[in-house]
């Protein structure tokens, strides 16, 4: 599986969007799905806003399944090629509306740089939508990380992640690889 691609726009309509074609494939079965995701257009007009459509289809036969369409901001739907019934596979407000910040079960066991640690005040900042307290979590967090780089350049060390190897070249851009096959679960908990 690959990932669409993240569009940040300032001008002329400040925005973000997901564009790009995306490609899952499951090697058990031999089912692929082919999705578009197609942004508005450079003036911000325009009804395929956040338009997400695709088809899923069997490597094998070529027989395309599915077709899927929607919008990844509302709903996305599903069509069976066969018997013509559609159905919602993705409703954005029915998820988000249930979206709780992950609850930490050990606190002592929980690494001082662990996402949900570092995260957890704007998470839930964001959640009871107190934009205020927000908006100074992210500050003392990327100030935070401002220091760290600071002290780590002072000492010339350098970054090194600790679950991935991180490369560069010119032809095929970032390359990040896991270490290991798998990363242990983290101590925490969604409700």
Partial sequence: MNSPNLLI???PVP???WIGNVT???IETGLVA???YVSQSFFGFGTNRR???GKIFDSLSKKI??????HWESTVTVKNTDSAEVRVIYDAKQVISG???PIVKDPESVWPAETAHVWSELSEAILSKEWGKAKEAKKSIEERQRELRRERESKGENWVP???TVSYSKEKGWNCSPIENSVQNAPIISL
């Fill in 9 to 11: 726009r300032i001008f």
């Fill in 15 to 17: 925005g973000v969007d």
């Fill in 24 to 26: 899952i494939r499951c």
């Fill in 34 to 36: 082919e999705l578009s």
């Fill in 51 to 53: 338009l997400v459509k």
């Fill in 65 to 70: 399944l599915y077709k899927i369409e929607g």
């Fill in 99 to 101: 979206l709780q910040p």
């Fill in 162 to 164: 600790k679950h991935f």
